[in-house]
């Protein structure tokens, strides 16, 4: 089991910046960001593994920027240049190598007005 503790999140305007960071209670080989808009699906952000691979959905690639602390099992998510679009609860997401499983953390609401 591991349980993801998500902070920040958050309003700000048009091309503001906001922060997002997740701690897992244990080391676990990918952490990322996934977010759900209403009425959406739940889509990805960003991923990063714990040799440093990351994987960038398209529609975020040149505004944010994921980073992680192996040492404290922390992930962070920097969002710039944000848009109305962005607006979703962003859910912290853990797995394990070779593991289909997918642990979640309860989701923090980031709010972007025009």
């Known amino acids: 089991q591991v349980q993801l503790v998500e902070s920040g999140g958050g309003l700000v305007q048009t091309g503001g910046s906001l922060t997002l960071s997740c701690t897992a209670s244990r080391t676990i080989f990918r952490m990322g960001w996934y977010r759900q808009a209403p009425g959406k699906q739940r889509e990805l952000v960003a991923v990063m593994s714990s040799l440093g691979a990351t994987n960038y959905a398209d529609s975020v690639k040149e505004r944010f920027a994921i980073s992680r602390d192996n040492a404290k099992n922390t992930v962070v998510l920097r969002m710039n240049s944000l848009k109305p679009e962005d607006t979703a609860v962003y859910y912290c997401?853990?797995?394990?190598?070779?593991?289909?499983?997918?642990?979640w953390g309860q989701g923090t609401q980031v709010t972007v007005s025009s």
């Open positions: 997401t853990a797995r394990d190598a070779l593991s289909p499983f997918d642990y």
